[in-house]
C-alpha cells in the first residue's frame, strides 16, 4: 500500500490501549482469566430488566432503529431536568468524543486537557489536526488548575476536555475547582465535561456541575454513559448534554446516523429505570476500591485517590513487565502507557474473588522478587 494514502495526523497517532478480549486472552495464554480487571467493567453486570428489554426488543431487528434515538432521548431528559433536543446518543460516549471534534475543530486549532488522561481526549483532537497541550495532575493529584490557567492563556484554546472523576487516575475536581477554572477559561471555548464515571462519585464530592456551567458564557457539552455503573459496556451507548440544541443537532452532522442499535437504546432505557441496581453497583464498588487502595498501600505502592471503581497505582519498575506477569498468572489489569506514568497500572474493582486474586498474585510476585 502507498503510505501516502494515509493522513499523517492517522499516520502519527498511537494505537488506543485497549482491555483483552477474554476469548484473545485465552488463546494466547492458554489458562483461563481469574480476574479480568483491565477494562473498568461492572463485576454486578447490568439489572436484570435489561437482559429482557434486549429480548423483547430482538424480534424486531429487521427494521432499523430510530436515528434520533427519541425515546431514549426523552428518558434522559426527565432524568436530567434538561430537554430532550439538548441530549445527542451515542455508541459509547466515545463515538461523541470524535463526533464533538469533528465538528468544531479545524486543522491548527488547540485543545488543552489534563495528563494522564483518556486517550481519546487526545487522539480524537490529534485525528482533526489540532494540537494538544496536556497539563499533568499535581504531585498531590490534585486538579492542575494554575497549569491549565497558565495554558489556556499562552493559546486559547477551541477546546477544554477532561474528566472528572478522571480517568485513569482516580480524582474528582471539586466544585470551587471547577467554578475558579470556568472563571479563567476564555468565553468562545467549548468546555467538554466527561462525567463517565459521575455515578461513583461519594456525596461529598458531588455537586451540579451542568448548573455552573449553564450559568457561565462558554458553550459546553457533558459526557456520560452507560458502560460503567449502568454494566452496560457490551451494547455500547453513551450520551451527551449539550448547552443549546444547535450544538446536539450539528454533531449528529458528524456521527453514524444508525450508529446505537436497537438493542442499545432498550437496554439503556431499561437500566436508567432500575435504581437499585445502580446503587448496588456504586456500593460495591466504593467497598472494593477501598479494599483495593489499602491493600495495595499497605504492600508499599503508591495509589492515586480514586472516585471511580479502579485503582491507579504505581507499580514501582515498567508498567508493561508487571501487567504481563500478572497475565501469566490469569490476571488481567491495565498498564498506562503515556508518559511519564508509564510505572503506573490501573486495575478495576472486580467482585470479591477477582480483587483477591489479584492481591494474591500481587503479593506472590512480591515474595518472588
Not at 188 to 211: K, N, Q
Not at 300 to 313: E, I, K, R
Request: glycine share 8%; with cysteine.
Amino acid at each position: 500500500m502507498n503510505p501516502d494514502l494515509i493522513r499523517p495526523e492517522i499516520a502519527a497517532l498511537p494505537t488506543y490501549n485497549a482491555g483483552l478480549a477474554l476469548d484473545r486472552f485465552r488463546a494466547h495464554y492458554g489458562i483461563d482469566c481469574l480476574a479480568k480487571l483491565d477494562s473498568n467493567e461492572n463485576p454486578a453486570g447490568p439489572c436484570p430488566g435489561v437482559v429482557e428489554a434486549i429480548r423483547a426488543e430482538a424480534a424486531g431487528i429487521a427494521r432499523y432503529p430510530d436515528a434520533g434515538n427519541g425515546a431514549l432521548r426523552e428518558d434522559l431528559a426527565a432524568a436530567t431536568g434538561t430537554t430532550a433536543d439538548q441530549i445527542i446518543i451515542g455508541n459509547g460516549s466515545e463515538d461523541l468524543i470524535g463526533a464533538v471534534f469533528r465538528t468544531v475543530l479545524r486543522p491548527g486549532d488547540h485543545v488543552v486537557t489534563i495528563c494522564p488522561s483518556f486517550g481519546l481526549h487526545e487522539f480524537g483532537a490529534l485525528a482533526s489536526g489540532a494540537h494538544v497541550t496536556k497539563v499533568p495532575f499535581n504531585a498531590d493529584w490534585t486538579f492542575p488548575l494554575d497549569g491549565m490557567i497558565r495554558a489556556m492563556t499562552a493559546e486559547a484554546p477551541r477546546v477544554l476536555i477532561f474528566s472528572s472523576p478522571s480517568n485513569p487516575a482516580g480524582p474528582a475536581i471539586s466544585e470551587t475547582e471547577f467554578g475558579a477554572l470556568l472563571k479563567a477559561t476564555p468565553a468562545d471555548t467549548l468546555v467538554v465535561f466527561d462525567e463517565a464515571y459521575l455515578e461513583y462519585l461519594e456525596p461529598a464530592a458531588r455537586f451540579d456541575a451542568m448548573a455552573r456551567l449553564a450559568a457561565g458564557p462558554h458553550p459546553w457539552l457533558i459526557l456520560r454513559t452507560f458502560s460503567k455503573a449502568y454494566g452496560l459496556a457490551g451494547v455500547r451507548v453513551g450520551y451527551g448534554i449539550a448547552c443549546a440544541p444547535d450544538l446536539a443537532a450539528q454533531m449528529m452532522k458528524a456521527r453514524n446516523p444508525f450508529g446505537v442499535n436497537a438493542l442499545a437504546v432498550a437496554a439503556a432505557r431499561a437500566a436508567l429505570r432500575d435504581t437499585d441496581h445502580l446503587a448496588l453497583s456504586v456500593g460495591l464498588a466504593a467497598e472494593g476500591r477501598a479494599h483495593l487502595a489499602r491493600h495495595l498501600s499497605e504492600a508499599g505502592f503508591v495509589c492515586a485517590p480514586s472516585q471511580t471503581n479502579f485503582v491507579f497505582f504505581d507499580t514501582g519498575g515498567v508498567a508493561t513487565d508487571f501487567a504481563e506477569a500478572l497475565r501469566h498468572r490469569g490476571v488481567l489489569i491495565k498498564p498506562w502507557l503515556e508518559d511519564p506514568f508509564t510505572s503506573w497500572a490501573r486495575v478495576t474493582v472486580g467482585t470479591p474473588d477477582e480483587n483477591r486474586y489479584f492481591l494474591e498474585a500481587v503479593e506472590a510476585m512480591r515474595v518472588l522478587a
